[in-house]
Nanobody, 121 residues
């Protein structure tokens, strides 16, 4: 079992920035591809970004150039730096771990409970 705990969500104005964090106490990320998904009520989970154990990243088109995924392997913390935030980025953001990198929620092995992000003026 792998417990994932997100933090860093909040409310900011359009154009602002937030950094989300995801910790996995007692576990290492090296065996997994780590990812961020987001979900708006009433809609499916959307894959946002992935990063594999070699640090190779992949992004959804909707956020490419604005969001950056990274991880601190020594601390086992996953990050999502979100810049130039837009109202359509408002969602609950979930940290995820999968054996194979995927933007499909059915391919995920472990989920965090999520942290809420609201972009509003």
């Amino acid at each position: 079992q792998m417990r994932l705990a997100e933090s860093g969500g909040g409310s900011v104005q359009p154009g602002g920035s937030l950094r989300l964090s995801c910790a996995a106490p007692g576990r290492t990320f090296s065996d997994y591809c780590m990812a961020w998904f987001r979900q708006v009520p009433g809609k499916d989970l959307e894959g946002v970004a992935t990063i594999d154990s070699d640090g190779v990243t992949s992004y959804a088109k909707s956020i490419k150039g604005r969001f950056t995924v990274s991880q601190d392997n020594a601390k086992n913390i996953l990050y999502l730096q979100m810049n130039d935030l837009k109202p359509e980025d408002s969602a609950t953001y979930h940290c995820a771990a999968a054996l194979i990198c995927t933007f499909t929620y059915s391919g995920v092995d472990y989920w965090g409970k999520g942290t809420a992000v609201t972009i509003s003026s």
